[in-house]
T-cell receptor, first 112, second 112 residues
C-alpha cells in the first residue's frame, strides 16, 4: 500500500525558477524524509523532518510538514539543470528508521 | 569509505533459476534493508534487518530470502525466479532511529 503520494507526477521548469513538490500521506508518522534519485542511480537523502517540526532548511531546499493535513512540501529555490531528477517522499511510522514507505515520486526537469 | 555496495549491477535470469544479490556496507550501520523499485510503484520494502542475526519481512517478502550473519553484509536470495521479480533492487543501511537511509546504486534484474 502506498503511504505517500507525490504531486505533481512530473514538473518542468526553467533554470532559476523555484520548484515545489507536494507529498500527502495517510497515517500518523514519526518522521518524513525526502530523497532524490538521478537516472540509473540510488536514492540520496535530502532532508528528514520530524513530526513535531514544521519547517526545515538545507541550502536551497525548504521542507514543510503539516501533520493536521498529513502533507509535506519540498521547495527547491533557484533551480539548476543539475537538479533534474526524481524526488521521493518517504514516511517513517515508528521512527525505527528501517521501514520507510515511499511515494511514487515527482520527476523534475530543469531546462536551460 | 565506499558506503553501500551492491553487486552485480545487471543480471538476466531464466524463470526458475536462483541467485543472490549481494549488499555490503562499511559504515558499521546496524540497520539494513532491501527495496524493489518498479515503474509507477515507488520503492517497496522486501526484507529488513536491525542487526546481525535479526531479520524481518517487509511489504513484499514472497519469493525472497535474507540472512544477516555479519553487520556488513545483507544478501538477498531469489530461490525460484519469476518474471514478476523483474525489477531494480536497492539495498540501504542506516544507523537506526530517526536516521536517513544510505542507498546502493542498485541491481537491475530481468527474469525471462
Amino acid at each position: 500500500s502506498q503511504q505517500g503520494e507525490e504531486d505533481p507526477q512530473a514538473l518542468s521548469i526553467q533554470e532559476g525558477e523555484n520548484a515545489t513538490m507536494n507529498c500527502s500521506y495517510k497515517t500518523s508518522i514519526n518522521n518524513l524524509q525526502w530523497y532524490r534519485q538521478n537516472s540509473g542511480r540510488g536514492l540520496v537523502h535530502l532532508i528528514l523532518i520530524r513530526s513535531n517540526e514544521r519547517e526545515k532548511h538545507s541550502g536551497r531546499l525548504r521542507v514543510t510538514l503539516d501533520t493536521s493535513k498529513k502533507s509535506s512540501s519540498l521547495l527547491i529555490t533557484a533551480s539548476r539543470a543539475a537538479d533534474t531528477a526524481s524526488y521521493f517522499c518517504a514516511t517513517d511510522l515508528t521512527g525505527g528508521g528501517n521501514k520507510l514507505t515511499f511515494g511514487t515520486g515527482t520527476q523534475l526537469k530543469v531546462e536551460l | 569509505n565506499a558506503g553501500v555496495t551492491q553487486t552485480p549491477k545487471f543480471q538476466v535470469l531464466k524463470t526458475g533459476q536462483s541467485m543472490t544479490l549481494q549488499c555490503a556496507q562499511d559504515m558499521n550501520h546496524e540497520y539494513m534493508s532491501w527495496y524493489r523499485q518498479d515503474p509507477g510503484m515507488g520503492l517497496r520494502l522486501i526484507h529488513y534487518s536491525v542487526g546481525a542475526g535479526i531479520t524481518d519481512q517487509g511489504e513484499v517478502p514472497n519469493g525472497y530470502n535474507v540472512s544477516r550473519s555479519t553487520t556488513e553484509d545483507f544478501p538477498l536470495r531469489l530461490l525460484l525466479a519469476a518474471p514478476s521479480q523483474t525489477s531494480v533492487y536497492f539495498c540501504a543501511s542506516s544507523t537506526g532511529y530517526n536516521s536517513p537511509l544510505h542507498f546502493g546504486n542498485g541491481t537491475r534484474l530481468t527474469v525471462t
